[in-house]
């Protein structure tokens, strides 16, 4: 009986080396803001924006915003590979626009990236967020925007969410004067969100950041009415980022085949014992 005992000891430490579990939540490591505003006579087809400083492997979120005279439209950020999470209008015209990009970055630095556009404007403002444990097959769960033009309603549209996964409000308010800016209400910090990568312009005024905040329960996260005055166009997104996967606790094969050998060994050893006891009776 003793030496089952040892038996049984000895195998323990090596069944729990073979077990593996992590657990993984998305959150928010860096965050950083930018713009530029040039004279009316210098006009600019690119502004930079710092992706912060991490870990390899986190996800990197930039938000860039411009406004320009004429239609206009964002090109690839530059450098790296890029994704598309949204680009489009602010309140119809196409002067005011929104450009927001994803990628996961080997770096472990910060990187200035360059937000790229096709017509020349005078003002840039931009933003940035930098995640921790963001699924690398399969990042983002839900995306929905929203845009509209002067007195009406800022709201960030709601979106779908998993347990612990991370979202994003990016917004972009943009007027062609100088009039006071929007105000954004206290409303923007219901449900947790925390503002960062914010950047203001003036001139042809432009506003662009973001909030982020994690849902531990998931389900969707409600639209949220952002405030604001003034005269403005503007667009907002929401954007729900997945967590990656929790690793469940397995045995490795090499676990598994020591489990199989010792329980073996020691079925074996107690038919053994039974069989040379005197009083043993099959």
Do not use: H
């Amino acid at each position: 009986m003793l030496n089952n005992v040892k038996l049984i000891l000895f195998a323990i430490p090596l069944l729990l080396i073979s077990v593996t579990a992590s657990q993984a939540v998305v959150s928010l490591v860096d965050s950083d803001s930018s713009g530029l505003r040039q004279d009316i006579d210098s006009n600019i087809t690119s502004g930079l924006i710092a992706t912060g400083s991490g870990l390899p492997g986190d996800f990197e979120v930039i938000m860039c915003s411009t406004f320009s005279d004429g239609s206009n439209s964002f090109l690839d950020p530059s450098p790296g590979d890029w994704s598309t999470l949204d680009s489009g209008e602010c309140g119809g015209d196409g002067q005011c626009i929104l450009g927001i990009f994803g990628r996961f970055d080997e770096s472990s630095g910060s990187t200035d990236i360059s937000c790229n556009w096709t017509d020349p404007a005078n003002v840039f403002a931009a933003g940035s967020f930098r995640y921790r444990g963001v699924d690398a097959d399969n990042p983002v769960i839900d995306t929905a925007c929203n845009n509209g033009g002067p007195d009406s309603i800022v709201t960030a549209p709601s979106v779908i969410t998993e347990p612990g996964s991370a979202v994003i409000i990016v917004f972009t308010f943009a007027v062609d004067t100088t009039p006071n800016p929007p105000v954004l209400t206290d409303q923007i910090t219901e449900g947790g969100f925390s503002a960062a990568g914010i950047s203001q312009q003036t001139g042809e005024f432009i506003v662009t950041g973001g909030l982020s905040s994690v849902f531990p329960q998931g389900g969707p996260t409600g639209d949220l009415n952002l405030g604001g005055s003034g005269t403005l166009d503007w667009r907002v997104c929401t954007i729900a980022l997945r967590m990656e996967p929790t690793e469940i606790p397995a045995l490795s094969e090499w676990g598994l085949g020591i489990f199989v050998a010792l329980t073996g060994i020691a079925a074996a050893w107690a038919l053994r014992r039974r069989s040379v006891r005197p009083d043993y009776k099959p």
